[in-house]
């Protein structure tokens, strides 16, 4: 669990913090980061984590998703919580875990922003996904 860290690693910072963390680690928070910008490519698979919180991070945003679940490095994640994490589409977080390759089984993004897109382009969810939590989202409707 790390709140309000900065890293002065810059975009190497979850390769650096890999090597500190037990390989069977299962539960990753990180809140109130100063930056989640990440070097996938120095990164090695964390084959046990199942749950990667990046709630309380509201400079995240969608853009941020794309990489900050590094694609095809979290093969056990199973939940993905987005807690007040700066989205503000249902549809653009649906395109960045498609194109981060996430698929978890439950979604939280409660607390966020987020707005209608009737007329977006239309995105599978993950065929996984069998929890969204939408609470405090300002939705109207889904």
Do not use: Y
């Not at 650096?16 to 070097?39: D, R």
């Amino acid at each position: 669990d790390f709140r309000n860290v900065s890293w002065a690693t810059r975009d190497a910072w979850l390769a650096e913090l890999q090597q500190w963390l037990k390989p069977g680690l299962k539960i990753l928070h990180i809140a109130q980061a100063h930056s989640l910008n990440l070097s996938c490519e120095r990164v090695r698979v964390f084959p046990a984590l199942a749950t990667l919180d990046l709630s309380d991070n509201p400079e995240l945003g969608e853009r941020g998703l794309i990489s900050a679940p590094c694609p095809n490095k979290f093969p056990a994640l199973q939940v993905l919580a987005l807690r007040n994490a700066g989205m503000e589409t249902l549809s653009g977080v649906c395109s960045a875990l498609s194109a981060a390759k996430v698929q978890p089984q439950e979604l939280d993004l409660s607390h966020n922003s987020l707005r209608d897109t009737t007329g977006a382009p239309r995105c599978d969810w993950p065929s996984s996904l069998n929890s969204l939590n939408l609470s405090f989202t300002e939705l109207e409707q889904v």
